[in-house]
Nanobody, 124 residues
Framework: VQLQASGGGLVQPGGSLRLSCVAS????????IGWFRQASGKEREFVAA????????IYADSVKGRFTISRDVAENTVYLQMNSLQPKDTAVYYC??????????????????WGQGTKVTVSS
């Protein structure tokens, strides 16, 4: 499995970006694709996740109402639409694939494959 994340960049506060994560290989319905982020000097934290079936979509409280995760099954791609970006959203964003049970879906250890990361900087 390979994951390719893209779409990061520099954006002003209040702006938007859309991240993409293209996954190679077969993805079963019970797999989850998650987005995590890691700010400088901080631990990697959960942002959002979706089951490939679409049955489960979960967000971190810090991004709820501003970020939207979606998937394109035909393109094997998961998107993270980020609106109303704030300086606190500045981080390297990673997508990951795994087979976590629901209680693990927000945890780094729930995912076995990781993309290379794409940097998001929110600054005026």
């Amino acid at each position: 499995v390979q994951l390719q994340a893209s779409g990061g960049g520099l954006v002003q506060p209040g702006g938007s970006l859309r991240l993409s994560c293209v996954a190679s290989g077969l993805i079963w319905d019970y797999y989850a694709i998650g987005w995590f982020r890691q700010a400088s000097g901080k631990e990697r934290e959960f942002v959002a996740a979706v089951r490939w079936s679409g049955a489960t979509i979960i967000y971190a409280d810090s991004v709820k109402g501003r970020f939207t995760i979606s998937r394109d099954v035909a393109e094997n791609t998961v998107y993270l639409q980020m609106n109303s970006l704030q300086p606190k959203d500045t981080a390297v964003y990673y997508c990951a694939e795994g087979r976590p049970i629901l209680s693990e879906i927000r945890r780094v250890r729930g995912y076995g494959y990781w993309g290379q990361g794409t940097k998001v900087t929110v600054s005026s």
